[in-house]
């Protein structure tokens, strides 16, 4: 290809390794002088963080091992594979920082733009070569001569400045998305909590806070709640109460799919991006779902266990394994608002007081999880404060469907320009015309 020239990234960088020292070397010699100490969970995402951060003497850091702007550093040794290799940008020129002994810092050459090599050091590609390095081998470690000869095609050094500018212009718009998502997530929170404690009204407002109308609002054994709602234990809405299936398996041309309790989450939401199918033979007819049904995770770590959600449409081809329970309602409980109570940070709580067993594995059973009271408006007012919640969660849902997007066009696109198979100038002058100021 024009102007590219074939190399390694040893000609555009060279590593350094981390600082090693004992803990003798700590305590016997207090000196005023410190450096930050970066380690490799200081590295996500292509950045480095300084979070959880630990100050050494600066005496035991030579003067290469102290990182410099747009320096990279590099996880060189991990328990899992994945993570070796995995870099960020060292994005900070004040305090002096290094890395530690699992990692090395790689410090671009003068004739290399420093957000080239970072780039490169996330490519696909690289992840390749060090997979190659990698295989069969017991202990993941990497020497900085692994990374120095991952083999690649180098452009002019104003071509590279121009491929780094265009990801950095994606990795800008994927954090303003991020950031908007977590704005969203927020405002929906405090939305969630009003409604679940105020509800709406006939009106279709959010009634006042007990403080600006307390004649709205009474007493009950969870506190204060609208004077129209009552507290209902869940055994006294249920009409039906099913574990699901414990058989597995499936013909590869099955496509009856399995929810199980890694595909539950927090906050009534269910991921099925991660589902397995299971033959249609190994299920009983009962076992399949239908809009509204509650599912809920008996079973679990401790921090996990009691996760609930609904299920939203048919589910003729849906059904759920034996660590989730099934829970129906009669006509005055709306699933789908009950499970978003037992999601939410205020029924979350309630549930984790049921949870027995050990530190490692803990249970619920429905003994104790039908005599919870839920404070419960009636089926009108659960479909008005539904819609309210379901319109929140949309804004949320369009704004990660345009962030995975943005992933996907961001990780071709790398591929194409890193290895030149797209040249740089006519894509530089589209996203220039297309950023927003």
Not at 54 to 65: A, E, G, N, R, W
Not at 427 to 434: F, P, S, W
Request: with cysteine; net charge positive.
């Amino acid at each position: 290809m024009f102007e590219w020239e074939h190399g390694s990234l040893g000609e555009l960088a060279y590593g350094v390794r981390g600082v090693s020292y004992t803990p003798n070397q700590l305590q016997s010699f207090m000196s005023p002088e410190t450096v930050i100490l970066l380690r490799s969970n200081n590295i996500r995402g292509g950045k480095v963080n300084f979070e959880n951060i630990q100050l050494i003497p600066s005496h035991i850091v030579s003067k290469d091992q102290l990182a410099q702007h747009k320096d990279i550093a590099v996880c060189m040794s991990n328990g899992s594979k994945a993570l070796v290799g995995k870099s960020g940008r060292i994005e900070r020129k004040e305090a002096p920082c290094t890395v530690g002994a699992f990692c090395s810092i790689f410090r671009p050459l003068p004739h290399a733009d420093g957000k080239f090599v970072s780039y490169l050091l996330q490519s696909n590609a690289y992840r390749r070569h060090l997979d190659i390095i990698l295989a069969g081998s017991a202990i993941n470690n990497l020497k900085n001569s692994d990374v120095e000869a991952f083999p690649l095609e180098i452009p002019p050094k104003e071509e590279q400045r121009l491929i780094a500018h265009i990801l950095d212009t994606l990795d800008t718009q994927i954090q303003k998305t991020e950031a908007l998502i977590a704005k969203l997530e927020k405002v929906k929170e405090g939305l969630l909590h009003d409604l679940l404690t105020r509800g709406i009204d006939e009106h279709g407002q959010l009634r006042p806070s007990p403080e600006q109308a307390p004649a709205l609002y009474k007493g009950s054994r969870l506190g204060l709640i609208p004077r129209e709602w009552e507290c209902i234990a869940i055994d006294e809405m249920a009409i039906s109460t099913t574990l699901g299936t414990a058989n597995r398996g499936a013909e590869s041309s099955s496509k009856i799919k399995l929810i199980k309790m890694g595909n539950l989450n927090w906050e009534n939401t269910l991921s099925l991006a991660n589902i397995e199918n299971i033959s249609a033979s190994k299920v009983q007819k009962n076992l399949f779902l239908h809009d509204a049904d509650l599912l809920f995770n008996t079973r679990n770590t401790p921090e996990l266990v009691g996760k609930t959600c609904s299920w939203k449409g048919e589910g003729s081809l849906f059904t759920f394994d034996n660590n989730i329970l099934r829970i129906r309602f009669s006509e005055i409980a709306n699933g789908h608002f009950v499970a978003t109570y037992m999601g939410a940070s205020l029924g979350k709580k309630r549930i984790g007081q049921l949870a027995t067993g050990t530190t490692s594995v803990a249970a619920i059973y429905w003994r104790s999880l039908a005599k919870l009271e839920i404070p419960m408006p009636n089926p009108r007012e659960q479909q008005r404060i539904m819609k309210k919640v379901s319109s929140a969660q949309n804004n949320v849902d369009i704004l990660n469907d345009n962030l995975t997007s943005l992933y996907r066009f961001k990780s071709g696109i790398m591929d194409d320009l890193l290895t030149g198979r797209v040249r740089v100038t006519p894509l530089l002058e589209k996203v220039q015309a297309t950023t927003p100021a």
